[in-house]
T-cell receptor
Framework: QKEVEQDPGPLSVPEGAIVSLNCTYSNSAFQYFMWYRQYSRKGPELLMYTYSSGNKEDGRFTAQVDKSSKYISLFIRDSQPSDSATYLCAMRGSSASKIIFGSGTRLSIRP | GAVVSQHPSWVICKSGTSVKIECRSLDFQATTMFWYRQFPKQSLMLMATSNEGSKATYEQGVEKDKFLINHASLTLSTLTVTSAHPEDSSFYIC???????????????FGPGTRLTVT
């Protein structure tokens, strides 16, 4: 069993739709939960992060962490074609531990 | 924000030759850098962790004699793929840890990646 499971998609939605991306994990030691966005042939860029459980909102993006269910989500409101990318969930334990990435979900927003 | 650069961004080489990829932290010092490999439609897989002035720590299954890592300064780490073969063709991404921001996810910044094609 992988430490982090993420549906690879692809996921295609019309512009303006609400997008929900999810990951599950098995390691209860994870404390930092991140979402990275990766455009084609580019390195990943940090989009959102949450420490421990809870919600965090930044503009059109909302990250949720449910440690009791070992489940994290990223919501994108009013999706735009420019949001089309691969979204990687990632997590780590302590600040000294390595980041574990999900497999990534390919998202396409149709104009 | 902190910037990490990689050079080259794309390289094609013949089977059996060696290729060097550079990773630089442009506006911060990085005592620790990471090298990842990403195959098409797959996630990032950590290959090794390099610490300035010491030997790199390789992940299980990664051949240290094939993927030579040197972290000679606080702003530069290099990955050399020796005797490259077509199966080494991949997207190589480095990441650098900003010690001044230690303790949170912002401490690790990713480079733009290097696409290696071995013919």
């Amino acid at each position: 069993q992988k430490e982090v499971e993420q549906d690879p998609g692809p996921l295609s939605v019309p512009e303006g739709a609400i997008v929900s991306l999810n990951c599950t994990y098995s390691n209860s030691a994870f404390q930092y939960f991140m979402w990275y966005r990766q455009y084609s042939r580019k390195g990943p860029e940090l989009l959102m992060y949450t420490y421990s459980s809870g919600n965090k909102e930044d503009g059109r993006f909302t990250a949720q962490v449910d440690k009791s269910s070992k489940y994290i989500s990223l919501f994108i409101r009013d999706s735009q074609p420019s949001d089309s990318a691969t979204y990687l969930c990632a997590m780590r334990g302590s600040s000294a531990s390595k980041i574990i990435f999900g497999s990534g979900t390919r998202l396409s927003i149709r104009p | 924000g902190a910037v990490v650069s990689q050079h080259p961004s794309w390289v094609i080489c013949k089977s059996g030759t060696s290729v060097k990829i550079e990773c630089r932290s442009l506006d911060f010092q990085a005592t620790t850098m990471f090298w990842y490999r990403q195959f098409p439609k797959q996630s990032l897989m950590l290959m090794a962790t390099s610490n300035e002035g010491s030997k790199a720590t390789y992940e299980q299954g990664v051949e240290k004699d094939k993927f030579l890592i040197n972290h000679a300064s606080l702003t530069l780490s290099t990955l050399t793929v020796t005797s490259a073969h077509p199966e080494d063709s991949s997207f190589y991404i480095c990441s650098a840890r900003d010690q001044s921001a230690a303790g949170g996810p912002y401490e690790q910044y990713f480079g733009p990646g290097t696409r290696l094609t071995v013919t």
